[in-house]
């Protein structure tokens, strides 16, 4: 029964071609062999395909992680700046304050400040005695220069100004000698 059971399973994966004589089989072999080649070509082209839109795939999900790692540190910076002012007021204080404990309660709020800005790396910007540089500096005002002074010095710094690595966060405004 097992050998009767074999010959339906192979008379119904039998082709045309099997059927045929000798000659027409070479025929049908190079169809089947056209058929192969169209067939590998196919799979090639799919795999490529595959490839290509893998290597996008792969550039898209870097690109919107740099991106999202750059808006996060947009808005860490945005956050920081908008902690300047406040620094501005307690320098303002310490430097008019007339009571010795008040003075140096205030120095410490200022030094926990300063070290929460060393923490997330920004740095002042203290161009007194520097050419002016517009790259970091503000000119809101221009002063003659003293005798043996040169021009474009900043004389005085009227806001701080602050970095963090090469971004500059606020600019600092000067006042320079012409």
Known sequence: ?????????KTENETPCDKEEPKAKKKC???KQEELEKA???AEENKRKWYAVTAEYENYRRRTQNQSAQRYQEGRNDVISSLFPI???LERALATCTDENTKQGLDMILKSYKKV???EGVEEIDP??????????EAIMA???ADGEESGLVKQVYVKGYKKGEKVLRYAQ???TQ
């Open 117 to 119: 800005l060393e923490g």
């Open 87 to 89: 620094g501005d007021n």
């Open 174 to 176: 000067v006042i320079v």
């Open 40 to 42: 590998l070509a196919e």
């Open 128 to 137: 007194i005695g520097q050419a002016f540089n517009a790259d970091t500096m």
């Open 29 to 31: 072999g190079s169809k």
């Open 1 to 9: 029964m097992e050998n009767e059971e074999l010959k339906d399973i």
């Open 143 to 145: 002063m003659p220069a």
